[in-house]
């Protein structure tokens, strides 16, 4: 199956090529159908990867050791549904991951391109395939998944054991389908800029495919937290590391972006804005990508070759420059339709947001590349982690949580004084009242007190509004209160569900600052039948069972939680070790309620059969895991399309040029 | 609608009921967790192991990459780690730790810069940043506020012409607005759009105190 | 040569072939004549309008929540009333919407100036055009209407 795979690939590249070139050709020479063709050409591109992408999992599954790629990720005791997560285990397979989910996206992106966006499209197409076709020219060329070894080796090297958890099904397919998938965005802003369309046309694909991108990246950060928090075994999930700050910034820059853009949507405003935004969201994601690809700060992430690190780096440059480029040379084209009335305003807020969530950005741009600075200019070695960010960070992210319940306060154009003082007095007291409470109670941290009372501020004013919206539903059209409720929402669907998704931010919210100000570690070494206390939990250890299964060794703990001197459960907890890879990957017991986990990782097995056991009791993190459905929803919510009844129902083209009475159907 | 009955807010008491309501189930769902938040309140005996496990998160391990001693499992950073609490239950303070080790390894051995000298400029520089961020942001909703408007408001309403056209539109906004508004039935906007016509432009030029 | 290689290639064949045919196609086929630009201004006027709705949508509720004075409310829902009459005119003097459509809207003009209290015009409510009450149903997207006894 490999020449099939080649085979596709290389037409896959051809197609992607024309497709560019046919698009700007046809645009400009004005042939409708070179135009036609060329976009025709991009809809193949997207069965002729499937074909590929086909090939290597037949390649997988049958285990053909010829294929280097399987070969290297996969071994005869692998079982069969590995091969999900073989596919992307390395550079050349998740390559091929990501072309192909760019050839799918940009397939249903332009068929789905409003009317008025046509002129623009085959410049779109163009920004789009251009992408593809960088992206499988590297896949051709320098790290092609079809490869063959010279000859065929009896047995692969395995699958690394990190991947083999279940939360790596879906954290890296996530991630890297939404650092593609900002592309598409930044594809409808490029060509509509290209094609001189430097009005608002481009605003509505261009949020529906910003909020796409976005959810999915939030989807895949949120999966990568929550995998290294139940797989790596010291209990944290979320190290600042250098790749994890990659994926990070450009789910910043298209957070600004979701909310700036419906500016420009209302308002007709932050044209200028908004295109900046896009190009800086997705020069960060091929930034992202880069530093996946062996960039040059060390992490445990990185797929490690240097050679693709400056193809990538090279892409990269032309990908911040050309679009800045574009950007300047239609710049006096892109005028606001209106002004700001007041600075007091929605308008305004949201351009609060972009800068914090920009300087959250900016800080963590700084604290990945400063270690080199100082490298090179004073010649000394330096380290950031998370204390730096935490200091830096924190405050901001705590501004844009107080943001995040002002702001959905605020009136479009002009707040009245009067009327915001009345909206905001019961957020106000709500939170105020909550830091009072948590204060007499005993909690003094400062810093976890204004997260806890911001938290509420936000979630008292998101209540509060769905409350007063559901009440004067119900007293204009007498329907009852849950009908109110459920018909305000469809009724204002990017509104309500933007508040579901500000609510999970605020369980975010809850769970990092529970977690980060009051966990509680312990590292102990326990004999068979010791127990150790930990805060009100008893942990008795039981014993160790070892297992021998084909490529590794279980060592199975089991533990019996007690609490007050009542059992309440008995867990077991692991810790594999793989001896070919002299690699140890653990599986954390975790008793997890709304008020706090209990987790226990062992960290090492003695061979008297004493165990060290890390035992963390972490306040409040199922609130973040919960978070991700809720933000699900939000987004389903949001993106929801909402017909807006017009006194003029849309002609048809049928109709208009043939003047036809169309039939009562 | 009449225009009398628009919904103001009267704070009525039920009102604040309603709202007393809703601060106090906050207050238990917030008090609820802080039940298991408070545990981590109690105070640690001696040295604090609470206090060790803070400083091993300040130190890197040296040949791992790019994990502080407190997540590394590894035979150096256990070593670094039983280091800390020897010189925590000798007496050392946090700052002679730190120097103790950045000493022997340098002083990329430490999770964050220190804040002196040369590397002050890591811990200003985002702050610097942020600022001028915050600056730029509100001069330029300052300078967009000044300008003059740039659309023409609608055209104002002598434009009789215009008349019929309103009906559709007052016609269809009863259809599908699901809450009356003010001005919701054609027969009412007719008259109040022909006899009140200039008061009803939106023209800054024509109407000097609607300026705000 | 085994089997297998012979089925890839034979495969990747067919999918090159297939390829190369669709890129072909349209230069072929025959062109339809374009009615792109129309299409385009449609769409545009369309989008104008609904975006004008949706700004009205939120006006409401922004008002129902109380976050604006009435007369701020009032100055903007008028504003926006003005610009939907003005955009309707604009696409009718331009005959740019549906001919039919159009068609329609004129005699509901013409009659709505004429009409007295007895011989009331209704809307549609579904295509919001002209129906006179006593109608069946809606000559233009053919709904039933409901009786009023």
């Known amino acids: 199956m490999a020449d099939l795979g080649a085979i596709s690939l290389w037409i896959a590249l051809a197609l992607a090529t024309y497709s560019t070139i046919g698009s700007v050709a046809g645009k400009l020479r004005m042939s409708p159908a070179l135009v036609d063709s060329a976009q025709s050409a991009m809809y193949a591109a997207g069965p002729a990867l499937l074909v590929a992408t086909l090939s290597l999992v037949v390649a997988f599954i049958s285990r053909d050791f010829e294929i280097a790629y399987v070969a290297a990720h996969s071994d005869l005791a692998m079982p069969n549904k590995f091969t999900w997560v073989a596919f992307y285990a390395g550079n050349e397979g998740s390559l091929l991951y990501i072309a192909t989910v760019l050839s799918i996206m940009s397939a249903i992106a332009i068929w789905r391109a409003p009317e008025k966006l046509k002129d623009a499209l085959p410049y779109t197409t163009a920004v789009l395939m251009l992408t593809l076709t960088f992206f499988l020219a590297v896949t051709a060329v320098m790290a092609n998944p079809f490869d063959k070894l010279p000859f ?4 692969g090297e395995g699958i690394n054991p990190l991947l083999t958890h279940f939360g790596m099904f879906f954290h890296p397919p996530a991630l890297m389908a939404g650092l593609i998938g900002i592309t598409v965005p930044f594809a409808f802003a490029t060509g509509a800029l290209l094609s001189g369309k430097t009005g608002d046309e481009w605003v509505d694909a261009g949020r529906v495919w910003g909020i796409f991108s976005w959810v999915l990246l939030a989807a895949g950060l949120l999966l990568g937290s929550w995998w290294a928090y139940t797989i790596l075994g010291w209990g944290g999930f979320w190290f600042w590391d250098p790749v994890e700050n990659a994926a990070f910034m450009p789910w910043l820059g298209i957070t600004a972006f979701v909310h700036s853009i419906m500016v420009q949507k209302r308002r007709g405003m932050f044209r200028m804005w908004n295109i900046v935004l896009i190009n800086v969201s997705f020069g960060l994601a091929l930034y992202g990508m880069f530093m996946n690809r062996g960039g040059s700060v060390p992490s445990v992430h990185s797929f490690g070759s240097s050679q693709l690190g400056w193809i990538f780096l090279m892409f990269m440059a032309i990908g911040v420059v050309v679009p800045f480029l574009i950007f300047i040379w239609r710049y006096p084209l892109l005028k606001s339709a209106q002004n700001l ?325 | 609608m009449r225009p009398s009955n628009v919904p103001h807010f009267p704070v009525t008491l039920t009102f604040r009921a309603a709202l007393l309501l809703a601060a106090l189930s906050l207050f238990a769902l917030i008090g609820v967790s802080t039940i298991g938040v408070l545990h981590a309140q109690i105070p640690e005996p001696a040295y604090s192991e609470s206090e060790a496990q803070g400083i091993d998160r300040m130190i890197m391990c040296p040949v791992c990459p790019a994990e502080t001693i407190d997540q590394a499992q590894v035979q150096i950073s256990m070593q670094m780690r039983q280091v800390v609490r020897e010189m925590l239950a000798a007496g050392s303070d946090r700052d002679e730790i730190l120097d103790f080790f950045v000493d022997r390894y340098g002083k990329d051995i430490l999770a964050a810069p220190p804040k002196s000298g040369a590397n002050l400029v890591a811990w200003l520089a985002p702050v610097v940043g942020v600022a001028a961020a915050l600056a730029a942001v509100f001069l330029i909703l300052r300078s967009m506020t000044r300008k003059e408007p740039i659309l023409g408001p609608p055209r104002p309403l002598q434009d009789a012409g215009l008349i019929p056209y309103l009906q559709l539109v007052d016609r269809h906004l009863d259809m599908t607005r699901s809450s009356p508004s003010p001005s919701g039935t054609s027969g009412q906007s007719e008259s109040t759009v022909e006899l009140s016509g200039p008061e009803i432009s939106t023209d800054p030029k024509e109407n000097p105190e609607e300026n705000v | 040569m085994d089997a297998e290689t012979v089925i890839s290639i034979f495969i ?115 295509c919001s055009a002209a129906v006179l009450e006593g109608d069946l149903t809606c000559p233009h997207c053919g709904t039933e209407m409901a009786q009023q006894s």
């Open chain 1, 152 to 155: 065929v080796p009896i047995d």
């Open chain 1, 341 to 665: 009335d007041s600075m007091l305003s929605r308008e305004a807020a949201f351009l609060v947001n972009n800068m914090l969530l920009l300087a959250i950005a900016f800080v963590t741009l700084w604290g990945t590349v400063y270690p080199l600075i100082s490298r090179l200019t004073n010649d000394e070695e330096i380290t950031i982690a998370r204390p730096f960010y935490d200091q830096v960070n924190g405050p901001l992210m705590l501004a844009l949580v107080f943001l995040m319940g002002v702001g959905p306060l605020i009136p479009w154009r002009k707040a009245g004084i009067a009327s915001l003082r009345k909206s905001l007095l019961p957020p106000i007291t709500g939170g105020l009242l909550t830091v009072g409470v948590l204060a007499t109670l005993g909690l003094h941290k400062e810093y976890a007190l204004i997260g806890f009372g911001l938290s509420a501020f936000v979630t008292t004013g998101i209540l509060m509004e769905w409350y007063r919206g559901t009440r004067s539903r119900h007293r204009s059209s007498g329907e009852n209160y849950a009908t109110a409720f459920l018909r305000l929402i469809m009724a204002n669907r990017p509104r309500y569900g933007g508040y579901i998704v500000h609510l999970s931010v605020v369980m975010v919210t809850l769970g990092i600052v529970g977690t980060s100000f009051f966990s509680v570690q312990k590292d102990v070494v326990l004999a068979p039948g010791e127990s150790v206390q930990v805060e009100d939990y008893e942990l008795v250890y039981l014993g160790t069972q070892e297992e021998f299964k084909g490529n590794r060794t279980e060592f199975i703990a089991t533990v019996q939680v007690l609490r007050d001197g009542e059992r309440l459960e008995t867990i077991r907890t692991k810790r594999d070790f793989y001896p070919s890879f002299n690699m140890a990957a653990t599986t954390a017991a975790i008793r997890s309620t709304p008020v706090e986990d209990l987790y226990i990782v062992p960290s090492e097995n003695l061979p008297d059969g004493s165990v060290g056991f890390r035992i963390l009791v972490n306040p409040l993190i199922w609130w973040m895991w919960v978070a991700g459905p809720v933000m699900l929803v939000g987004t389903v919510v949001a993106l929801w399309p909402q017909k807006i009844r017009v006194p003029a129902p849309v002609p048809s083209p049928r109709r208009i040029a043939t003047g036809l009475r169309p039939s009562a159907d």
């Open chain 3, 12 to 126: 990747g064949a067919v999918l090159a072939a297939f390829s190369f045919a669709v890129v072909c196609y349209t230069f072929l086929k025959d062109r339809q004549p374009m009615t792109a630009a129309a299409e385009i201004t449609a769409a545009t006027d369309n989008q104008a309008l609904e975006d004008i709705f949706d700004a009205i949508n939120t006006l409401d509720l922004e008002f129902q929540l109380g976050r604006m004075a009435q007369e701020d409310f009032q100055t903007q829902f008028q504003a926006y009333r003005v610009q939907a009459a003005t955009v309707l005119r604009d696409q009718l003097e331009a005959g740019r919407g549906d001919p039919t459509w159009l068609l329609e809207q004129e005699i509901l003009l013409a009659r709505g100036d004429q009409a007295s209290a007895d011989d009331r015009v209704l809307a549609c409510p579904n």
